[in-house]
Every structure is written in structure tokens, then in C-alpha cells.
């Protein structure tokens, strides 16, 4: 059974710094992983989708790379700014069930000004 | 256009009431699925359609009824909910396998 992982649960850093958010999976063989951002309240945007024969994709400030082998995950948002406050979730297909995401239980990230 | 439109924003309903959440999506995608999210957890999937058939039920009481009239459209019909049912209720779609898109989302509360 797919598990996810993200640590650490929360983290807060001032702006204008460049940070990672991290995501860990258990089973290899995933055919994606897909990153989203969460505004309290709200529905989930999608940020990045990895195709898992792709080491990386990049949007704007933000880079997601995909090691398969060592199943992880990382999510790199450059020059953060305050509204890039928000929890971010990493999800992967699971295994024989491409429809259903596992997924982390989010990282909620603060930028300060 | 990258937009799965949801309706209700909020509902608040008895325990008697039946009522149904609304999701709407003109992407062409031919997955669509329901998920319920609790406060500061992650989303749980409820239901997938796969061109427009019931493809994973999760276990889901049958208070919850899934409908898909069409390849664009996806309801969820509630009825005789408890308290414990009340959550952010999100619509998503995406093709086969793909990039989940979802809707904003309807908050539910249960008196």
C-alpha cells in the first residue's frame, strides 16, 4: 500500500527566501506525481505534475524534481513571498489504481514580510 | 480552460434534509471523482466515474448517492447526513490518468 510523506508539517521562513518542501513515497513504481497548493477553505490548484519517466518540471519560481529510485520528491519555490502562504500537498496514483491519489498530509508554509 | 465549477459554495442542511452538490467541468477530461477533506487532512477520494460509470465506490455510506448524467457533469446527493458528515466536499476531473484538476470546493454543514 502506497504511503506519503511530508515533513515537517508546518514550516515558516521570511520572505525572499528560496525553500525546498519535501515528499517521500514508499513504492516505486508510480506513473506520476503531482504537487498542489491548498488556500484555507479552498479547492486544490495544481502546480506541477511529474511524469515518471521526467526527472523534473519547472513553473515560474517553482521547480519539482522526481527521484523514483530513491522515492522522493522535492519542491523547490524560489524568492518566496508572502503569498505563496498556503499548504502544499504532494500526491502519487496508487499502485494498480491510477485513479486514486495517496496523498501527503501537506506541508502549511508562512512567509513572513 | 483549466476549471471545475462547483456549486453549492456552502450548504448547511438537517438531518432530514436531501440535498445535492453540483460539479461541472467543459475540459473534455473523462475521469471524475469526489473526495470529502476535513479540517488539516489531506483529501479522502469518495467516488470515481470513468466515462460517466461508477469505476471506485470507497466504501461510502449509501447517504451518499453519486450520479453522472453526462461526461460534464457529476452530482452527489446527500441524504439523511450526520454531523461527522459536515466537510469541504471536492469535485475533480482529469483524463485517464493525468493531472487531478479540482473545483473549489462546497462546504458542508450537518445541524
Known amino acids: 500500500k502506497q504511503e506519503v510523506t511530508q515533513i515537517p508539517a508546518a514550516l515558516s521562513v521570511p520572505e525572499g527566501e528560496n525553500l525546498v518542501l519535501n515528499c517521500s513515497f514508499t513504492?516505486?513504481?508510480?506513473?506520476?506525481l503531482q504537487w498542489f497548493r491548498q488556500d484555507p477553505g479552498k479547492g486544490l490548484t495544481s502546480l506541477l505534475l511529474?511524469?515518471?519517466?521526467?526527472r523534473e518540471q519547472t513553473s515560474g519560481r517553482l521547480n519539482a524534481s522526481l527521484d523514483k529510485s530513491s522515492g522522493r520528491s522535492t519542491l523547490y519555490i524560489a524568492a518566496s513571498q508572502p503569498g505563496d502562504s498556503a499548504t502544499y500537498l504532494c500526491?502519487?496514483?496508487?499502485?494498480?489504481?491510477?485513479?486514486?491519489?495517496?496523498f501527503g498530509k501537506g506541508i502549511t508554509l508562512s512567509v513572513r514580510p | 480552460d483549466t476549471e471545475v465549477t462547483q456549486t453549492p459554495k456552502h450548504l448547511v442542511m438537517g438531518m432530514t434534509n436531501k440535498k445535492s452538490l453540483k460539479c461541472e467541468q467543459h475540459?473534455?477530461?473523462?475521469?471524475m471523482y469526489w473526495y470529502k477533506q476535513k479540517a488539516k487532512k489531506p483529501p479522502e477520494l469518495m467516488f470515481v466515474?470513468?466515462?460517466?460509470?461508477?469505476?471506485i465506490n470507497e466504501s461510502v455510506p449509501s447517504r451518499f448517492s453519486p450520479e453522472c448524467p453526462n461526461s460534464s457533469l457529476l452530482n452527489l446527493h446527500l441524504h439523511a447526513l450526520q454531523p461527522e458528515d459536515s466537510a469541504l466536499y471536492l469535485c475533480?476531473?482529469?483524463?485517464?490518468?493525468?493531472?487531478?484538476?479540482f473545483g473549489e470546493g462546497s462546504r458542508l454543514t450537518v445541524l
Open positions: 513504492d516505486s513504481a508510480i506513473y506520476n
Open positions: 500526491a502519487v496514483p496508487d499502485t494498480g489504481a491510477n485513479s486514486k491519489l495517496t
Open positions: 475533480a476531473s482529469s483524463q485517464e490518468i493525468g493531472e487531478l484538476f
Open positions: 466515474y470513468s466515462y460517466e460509470k461508477l469505476s
Open positions: 475540459m473534455g477530461h473523462r475521469a
Open positions: 511529474i511524469q515518471s519517466s521526467q
